[in-house]
């Protein structure tokens, strides 16, 4: 079956610019997702939905950077007035939420590789 | 200092070889860990999954838990062209939804 998938695949942006970064999960997978992926860092988390709620943002680095959910479906992660430092791949997940917590298995995506000039 | 630390590597063996990768943490409140292995260019995907202490085997990949050390472990044995690929630990807590992931180690497996 389809996985989860993002789109762009590659997106080039000017400093001070805003962008969109969109993912559709697994059909039916009720939690969303979102993590960066910087160069020797690591996978960052960024935020988790459940259904279209997002009960932990934690990890979205400023108030420049949003996320939405609609439709207990696809989410849009905009990042606002880009900075350099926020270059990096942008990796979505999603899982069924079976049990709930982590032994719900998250698939993820292919990742948006953003490169902020 | 980070929450999980993962050596990036590069780690370069021969085909067959056992390879080891590891990670230590410091936060004592995590009680689920995993392993993530990422192709280029492709987003991460689920290896192994221990919950707690102790060895979890499967085919030809081993994950170990030693929660008194802060320390897990995965083996592969006989390694192949086809494991070249990066390795991120990662884990999280009871009642958590995110996971948290070390830095990645960069394997590559040489015919």
């Known amino acids: 079956g389809a996985g989860v998938s993002q789109s762009p695949s590659n997106k080039v942006t000017e400093k001070g610019k805003d962008v969109e970064l969109r993912c559709d999960p697994i059909?039916?997978?009720?939690?969303l997702y979102w993590y960066r992926q910087s160069l020797g860092q690591g996978l960052e988390f960024l935020i988790y939905f459940q259904g279209n709620s997002a009960p932990d943002k934690s990890g979205l680095p400023s108030d420049r950077f949003s996320a939405e959910r609609t439709g207990g479906s696809v989410s849009t992660l905009t990042i606002q007035r880009t900075q350099q430092e926020d270059s990096a791949v942008y990796l979505c997940?999603?899982?069924?939420?079976?049990?709930?917590?982590?032994?719900?298995?998250?698939?993820f995506g292919p990742g948006t590789r953003l490169t902020v000039l | 200092q980070k929450e999980v630390e993962q050596d990036p590597g590069p780690l370069s063996v021969p085909e067959g070889a056992i390879v080891s990768l590891n990670c230590t943490y410091s936060n004592s409140a995590f009680q689920y860990f995993m392993w993530y292995r990422q192709y280029s260019r492709k987003g991460p995907e689920l290896l192994m999954y221990?919950?707690?202490?102790g060895n979890k085997e499967d085919g030809r990949f081993t994950a170990q838990v030693d929660k008194s050390s802060k320390y897990i472990s995965l083996f592969i044995r006989d390694s192949q062209p086809s494991d070249s690929a990066t390795y991120l630990c990662a884990m999280t807590w009871t009642g958590a939804q995110k996971l948290v992931f070390g830095q990645g180690t960069r394997l590559t497996i040489n015919p």
């Open positions: 059909s039916g997978h009720t939690a």
């Open positions: 221990t919950y707690s202490s």
């Open positions: 997940a999603s899982s069924l939420e079976l049990a709930g917590g982590p032994t719900d298995t998250q698939y």
